[in-house]
């Protein structure tokens, strides 16, 4: 089997899909403009989509107030030091940056809406 898409309950999803599109190079497959407001963004590669709605409001995850190792999206950065730059230029938060002995470089920050983003460059990379 094949992941088709990864959901999320967000508070502001239109929002939040124009941020994709326009600062992570998402492209949006599908969406509803009637609530739940439920667009499937998908990434790149055109093999991976994110699915974001509001539905229902009152059960939206804070994700500002969870540790980015609970949940986050991972994308590959080809410069994650310039990415990174121009996503907090556009709103995204800094977390954390690691440099491990592998090579990789991982950068953790946060979208305008508290949801975590990690920049993956790996040393070795984990999938094709």
Known sequence: MKIEHFALNVAEPVAMAAWYVDNLGFKVAR???????THFLE???GTGMLEIYNNPPDEVPVYAD???LQVHVALVSGDPEE??????????????E?????????V???DPWGLAVQLCKRGVPICA
């Open 31 to 37: 969406h509803m403009d009637e609530p739940p407001c």
């Open 43 to 45: 990434d790149s590669s």
């Open 66 to 68: 969870m540790n980015p």
């Open 83 to 96: 990415d990174k730059s121009t996503l907090i230029a556009a709103g995204a938060t800094l977390v954390d």
């Open 98 to 106: 690691m440099h491990l002995d592998d090579g990789s470089h991982l």
């Open 108 to 110: 953790m920050l946060r």
